[in-house]
């Protein structure tokens, strides 16, 4: 069976600027979760995507979004990036909705904003 | 609020030797709990978990971690390290309703040949 997958794995940006996170989810998985671990911290939940639809937000900004495809990959979308936006996205899925069953996690995206 | 607490930023270890790193956590009803690992570079990868009946549950890599209700902790055991379990590692919690996972702060072990 295939992970969870994301993409890019690095990549720079300058305060300001508008970023998009790409996650490809486990197959059978139709559950997306997106966490933010800022270094040497723990994850922190953004938001979860059920079906297309956004299923919780943790708490962050407006400018913080995302989608989830029909084929239940995701996207999380972030706006006017500040220098505290740097940090390693994680992406998560699920064939639940709850967290009951544990979610797998992707490699990560890290983020630096400049 | 609800919080997971691993008092132990950093533990270092005799390879060989065996292994407890603490997690706490703070709420009146049982959560659902979890231990990921880290390494370098790398997403979270899923140890063990418990969700109810037998306190004492098995992971994968020889680990183990044990549930106790009156001191609310999950607490995560090793009988012998391997260099290769140098990583870090993160208790986590969730709860019946929600959708989240809340997450300690982490425990790196460093593991000597």
């Known amino acids: 069976e295939t992970g969870v997958t994301q993409s890019p794995t690095h990549l720079i940006k300058t305060r300001g600027q508008q970023v998009t996170l790409r996650c490809s989810s486990q197959s059978g998985h139709n559950t997306v979760s997106w966490y933010q671990q800022a270094l040497g911290q723990g994850p922190q939940f953004i938001f979860q995507?059920?079906?297309?639809?956004?299923?919780g937000r943790g708490n962050f900004p407006p400018r913080f979004s995302g989608l989830q495809f029909p084929n239940y990959s995701s996207e999380l979308n972030v706006n006017a990036l500040e220098l505290d936006d740097s940090a390693l996205y994680l992406c998560a899925s699920s064939s639940f909705r709850g967290p009951n069953y544990g979610y797998t996690f992707g490699s990560g995206t890290r983020l630096t904003v400049v | 609020a609800q919080s997971v607490t691993q008092p132990d930023i950093h533990i270092t270890v005799s390879e060989g030797a065996s292994l407890e790193l603490r997690c706490n956590y703070s709420?009146?009803?049982?959560?659902?709990l979890f231990w990921y690992v880290q390494s370098p570079g790398q997403g979270l990868q899923l140890l063990l978990k418990?969700?109810?009946?037998?306190?004492l549950v098995q992971g994968i890599k020889g680990f183990e971690a044990e549930f106790k209700r009156s001191q609310s902790s999950f607490n995560l055991r090793k009988p012998s390290v391997h260099w290769s379990d140098a990583a870090e590692y993160f208790c986590a919690v969730a709860f019946s309703g929600t959708y989240k996972y809340i997450f300690g702060t982490g425990t790196r072990l460093k593991v000597l040949a």
């Open positions: 995507y059920y079906r297309e639809e956004e299923n």
């Open positions: 709420y009146g009803a049982t959560p659902y």
């Open positions: 418990y969700f109810s009946g037998d306190t």
